[in-house]
């Protein structure tokens, strides 16, 4: 069937550990989240048992409806010509998403095309385009992803809050918890002020097992801890300062291991996510990295992985990066 004639526009959405943000905006729109048209859900990414992985029906239920509010009202003509999802685990987690998204996806906007993107390879293109290089993404998760065209997409961790994500804010909040639990029992390596943090964040910490560990999003729950030990650094906790300087080299670490699998000995690098707004953990980590990896250039990103997908979605079906599943999939709806 013909398109009406009138404007290509494309949708990118980015979900993380902590919510689901989306953009839609005109394909030929600046390089820049600035005008597009964005949303933010408060909707962590959910893991369940039955769907074996990343939960595409928790997911569908919040993203379809905002993606209806955001395609409302599109200039006469404007039609939605692909559809961009980076997504937390999709490497690993994602085969629920990748068979059930599609099909609604396609209904909803009318799309052609839809690209599936592990959160890392959006967190590269937003961050750094095309460009050869290596881009951490840090938040609930962490994840670090060294790009060359000789040898491609090279990840290092990345492997979910049980296995791995070090350095994350997911790692951070539970490390922290875990010195107020032994501040609470009366053993070595505790944390007065960060039991009292735990406790003015969840209320008393006996009740902290039964209300962790049976949530899905728990993730997210152990990463909201996080700023609360960054902050108790600040103040002068001595196990706090040391859980972020052990952060910053975990994530140093997986940025040098990426740039070696690339094949980048000088690579320019990109920290990307909410995680390196906590100024503490930030400056541990440029540390960490002056001492790992030297003679890498340290860039500011162009954008978040939001604005990844949407490069992502813009250059449907002509990707210059390689379709290499299950980092990146392109598909016809």
Same mark, same amino acid.
């Given at each position: 069937?013909?398109?009406?004639?009138g404007?290509r526009?494309?949708?990118g959405?980015?979900?993380?550990?902590?919510?689901?943000?989306?953009?839609?905006?005109p394909?030929r729109?600046p390089?820049?989240?600035?005008?597009?048209?964005?949303?933010?859900?408060?909707?962590?990414a959910?893991v369940s048992?039955?769907?074996g992985g990343?939960?595409?029906r928790?997911?569908?239920?919040?993203?379809?409806p905002?993606l209806?509010g955001? /395609?409302g009202?599109?200039?006469? =003509? &404007?039609?939605?010509?692909?559809?961009?999802? *980076?997504? #937390? +685990?999709?490497a690993?987690? @994602?085969?629920?998403?990748?068979?059930r998204?599609?099909?609604?996806?396609?209904?909803?906007t009318g799309?052609?095309?839809?690209?599936?993107?592990?959160?890392a390879?959006? /967190?590269?293109v937003?961050?750094? =385009? &095309?460009?050869?290089g290596?881009?951490?993404? *840090?938040? #609930? +998760?962490?994840?670090?992803? @060294?790009f060359h065209?000789?040898?491609?997409w090279?990840?290092?961790?990345?492997?979910?809050?049980?296995?791995?994500?070090?350095?994350?804010?997911?790692?951070l909040?539970? /490390?922290g918890?875990?010195?107020a639990?032994?501040?609470?029992?009366?053993?070595?390596? *505790?944390?007065?002020?960060l039991l009292?943090?735990?406790?003015?964040?969840?209320?008393?910490?006996?009740?902290?097992?039964?209300?962790?560990?049976?949530?899905p999003?728990?993730?997210a729950?152990?990463?909201?801890?996080?700023?609360d030990?960054a902050?108790?650094?600040?103040?002068?906790?001595?196990v706090?300062? *040391?859980?972020?300087r052990?952060?910053g080299e975990?994530?140093?670490?997986?940025?040098?291991a990426?740039?070696a699998?690339?094949?980048?000995?000088a690579p320019?690098?990109?920290l990307?996510?909410?995680?390196?707004?906590?100024?503490?953990l930030?400056?541990?980590?440029?540390?960490?990295l002056?001492?790992r990896?030297?003679?890498?250039?340290?860039r500011?990103?162009?954008?978040?992985?939001?604005l990844?997908?949407?490069?992502?979605a813009?250059?449907?079906?002509?990707?210059?990066?390689?379709?290499?599943?299950?980092?990146?999939?392109?598909?016809?709806?």
């Amino acid at each position: 069937m013909e398109r009406t004639p009138g404007e290509r526009w494309v949708a990118g959405v980015d979900v993380g550990g902590s919510g689901i943000r989306l953009a839609l905006a005109p394909a030929r729109w600046p390089d820049g989240l600035a005008g597009a048209r964005t949303a933010e859900l408060a909707a962590p990414a959910r893991v369940s048992a039955a769907a074996g992985g990343q939960d595409a029906r928790a997911l569908l239920d919040h993203l379809l409806p905002a993606l209806r509010g955001l /395609a409302g009202g599109l200039p006469d =003509g &404007a039609w939605i010509g692909a559809v961009a999802v *980076g997504a #937390t +685990g999709m490497a690993l987690l @994602g085969r629920d998403l990748a068979a059930r998204l599609p099909g609604p996806l396609a209904r909803v906007t009318g799309a052609r095309q839809l690209v599936l993107a592990g959160d890392a390879i959006t /967190a590269h293109v937003g961050a750094l =385009g &095309a460009d050869a290089g290596v881009t951490v993404a *840090g938040g #609930t +998760g962490l994840v670090a992803i @060294g790009f060359h065209p000789g040898s491609g997409w090279r990840r290092a961790d990345g492997w979910g809050q049980l296995l791995g994500d070090c350095g994350s804010g997911g790692w951070l909040g539970r /490390a922290g918890l875990e010195a107020a639990l032994r501040a609470y029992d009366g053993r070595p390596g *505790g944390s007065a002020p960060l039991l009292a943090a735990a406790e003015r964040r969840y209320g008393p910490v006996t009740d902290l097992p039964a209300a962790l560990q049976p949530r899905p999003d728990r993730a997210a729950l152990l990463a909201a801890f996080a700023p609360d030990v960054a902050a108790a650094a600040e103040q002068g906790c001595p196990v706090a300062a *040391g859980l972020l300087r052990r952060a910053g080299e975990e994530i140093a670490a997986t940025a040098t291991a990426a740039a070696a699998s690339a094949g980048l000995p000088a690579p320019d690098l990109a920290l990307t996510g909410g995680l390196f707004r906590l100024t503490a953990l930030h400056r541990a980590t440029l540390d960490a990295l002056a001492a790992r990896l030297p003679a890498a250039r340290l860039r500011t990103p162009d954008g978040p992985p939001l604005l990844g997908a949407l490069r992502l979605a813009v250059t449907a079906p002509d990707l210059p990066w390689p379709l290499h599943p299950p980092l990146l999939t392109l598909l016809a709806t």
